[in-house]
């Protein structure tokens, strides 16, 4: 979908000098119109769209410059700024147009199911099915957990289990050193981990991460004498 935004800026320069001598008043109209709710900077902004994963995002400004008696001050106010420009208080009104990636959407709701256990086996089927179709891409799907999901390791390992299953393992490493980023003691990442290394040959290294883990189960233990068996055969 598409947006199309009209938004006052709150750094605009007659709004700071306001501020600085000590007034914050509501009016009929304008930048402090009773009827807004919030005011944003540009940075505010462009964070704001940055995060709802919108695209293309064009800022164009509507601009009220300063009254000669108000350039002077301005200019030395100008000077504390890290920027040194004094655009950011000329501008009176942001005019945006932006565009949301409808897969970002799509990925989204799909994680977010997989995350509260919904309808889990079908959800991860689609994704599955989305990547093998390239119908999805493997950056826009660990940028995706990282922006939407809470329980990042909790999704990333689930969705490792479910690409093993369908022999999708070319996701599987980049996927497991997104989790392992987050936490390194992990059970499930370090699991996964030893699990998948013993499967490739790589028992060495799977002996590595299962040693890892910290609270050995029933599970761990049996994979762990598993990879030791088969170190020891080689």
């Known amino acids: 979908g598409k947006i199309i935004a009209s938004v006052f800026n709150g750094m605009h320069y007659s709004v ?29 902004l462009e964070t704001i769209f940055n995060q709802a994963d919108f695209k ?10 300063p009254k000669n008696k108000d ?19 000329e501008v009176y009104q942001y005019l945006i147009t932006a565009e949301k990636d409808q897969r970002v959407s799509d990925v989204s709701a799909i994680l977010k199911a997989i995350e509260l256990n919904k309808n889990q086996d079908d959800n991860l089927n689609l994704m599955a099915e989305k990547l093998r179709e390239k119908e999805l891409d493997l950056a826009l ?3 995706s957990v990282e922006s939407t999901v809470h329980e990042k390791q909790k999704v990333y390992n689930q969705l490792v289990t479910s690409l093993y299953s369908k022999d999708l ?10 989790s392992y980023q987050i936490n390194p003691r992990d059970y499930d990442t370090l699991y996964n981990w030893a699990f998948i290394l013993h499967k490739a ?14 609270n050995m189960d029933e599970e761990a233990n049996k994979l762990r004498e598993v990879i030791l068996n088969a170190t020891t055969e080689k």
């Not at 000098?17 to 119109?33: A, H």
């Not at 350039?71 to 208080?89: A, G, H, M, Y």
């Not at 028992?203 to 910290?214: C, G, T, V």
């Open 16 to 44: 700071v000098f306001n501020l600085l001598n000590g007034n914050w008043t509501y009016k009929d109209s304008g930048i402090l119109d009773r009827e807004n709710l919030r005011i944003f900077t540009l940075r505010e």
């Open 56 to 65: 293309n995002i064009i800022i164009q400004t509507q601009d009220l410059p």
């Open 71 to 89: 350039k002077q001050w301005l200019e030395l106010l100008t000077q504390l700024t890290v920027s040194k420009e004094i655009k950011p208080f």
């Open 141 to 143: 799907l660990i940028e």
């Open 169 to 178: 393992y070319e996701y599987l490493v980049p996927l497991l050193q997104a």
């Open 201 to 214: 040959g790589g028992n060495e290294q799977a002996l590595r991460f299962i040693d890892q883990i910290q």
